[in-house]
């Protein structure tokens, strides 16, 4: 199976596997339904499987959230996606010019932008959001005709902290080659 980039993860941060769980108020994670990795009879995971409602409420959230986000950061949204890539760079550089001290978490923040990632990148080729097991737990990722798959969530979690510029467009230019055939 083909798999989405992996980017240099030379950080002493462990990286977020991909979980698009908003986190609760009280600093846990909010219960949005999430099941265990589902497993066949003779132990081995499952196929992708279709998101269900909580799954599919979460990634909204996250995307309702990355909409404020750029309102926060004053970039602009007219409701067009095209440039969806550009508004996330912008609010990643909004969070790293804040002083550290006043900056949201950072997992806060690329959640949404890697909601909004992958919501272009399944608007701009045939992609689809599906529940897979990455490294023994079941997260969301994008997948696509011919075994791709992308793991957008840990993908950009990966390079977030370090990426003061954004990381948005330059991902998009790293996986495109590998999706523009199924370019819709």
Known sequence: ???GPRPNRESNREPNRGN??????DGGRKDTGWKPVPRSKDGKPMPPRQLSR???GAINELLARFVELCSQAGAATD???EDTPQLADAVARWWHALPPRKRPA???????IAAAIGDWLQDAARLEWRMVEIDGATAACLTGAGGIRLDVFDDISATFEDSPDGCAEEY???????VEHLKR
């Open 1 to 3: 199976m083909q798999q």
């Open 20 to 25: 698009p769980r908003p986190p609760s108020r």
């Open 54 to 56: 909580d799954e599919e």
């Open 79 to 81: 409701g067009e996606t």
């Open 106 to 112: 950072a997992y806060d923040i690329l959640m949404p």
């Open 172 to 178: 998009i230019q790293l996986v495109w080659p590998k």
